[in-house]
């Protein structure tokens, strides 16, 4: 068996993206955000998931495994939502609270949207 650099290169790339995905996961469970920042950490996980995928690093063996990281991320993306939508916020919030509850700023949702694309069109243009 021929081990390439690009085979060995996209283990870190994997695991870094797999990390990225679970640091996301996090941030939605404990923080409460606004909507729009809920989408783009879904969006980003969501890309990095596709990364993952793309890299092909998971042996088929473990196909059980892929489907790890989207359960995570969509089972905290719903979460994030209904504390949103369910639960009364506190009276005073920090100054780090007030600004996460804040719209973003429209650059801040293009980038993931452009990252959730580029990621999408990747195999398209490998594949042509």
Do not use: D, K
Not at 9 to 18: D, F, G, H, R
Not at 34 to 53: E, F, W, Y
Request: charged share 10%.
């Amino acid at each position: 068996m021929i081990v390439t650099l690009a085979v060995l290169a996209s283990y870190p790339l994997a695991l870094i993206a797999a990390i990225i995905c679970l640091v996301n996961v996090v941030i939605l469970m404990v923080r409460r955000l606004h909507p729009l920042r809920i989408l783009t950490l879904s969006l980003v996980s969501a890309a990095m998931i596709g990364l993952i995928g793309i890299l092909s690093v998971l042996p088929s063996s473990l196909w059980w495994a892929a489907w790890i990281l989207p359960v995570l991320t969509v089972g905290a993306a719903a979460f994030a939502c209904w504390r949103l939508l369910a639960t009364e916020p506190r009276s005073r919030f920090t100054r780090r609270q007030t600004t996460l509850l804040r719209r973003p700023h429209p650059v801040l949702i293009a980038l993931p949207v452009l990252l959730f694309v580029a990621v999408a069109v990747m195999p398209l243009v490998r594949a042509g």
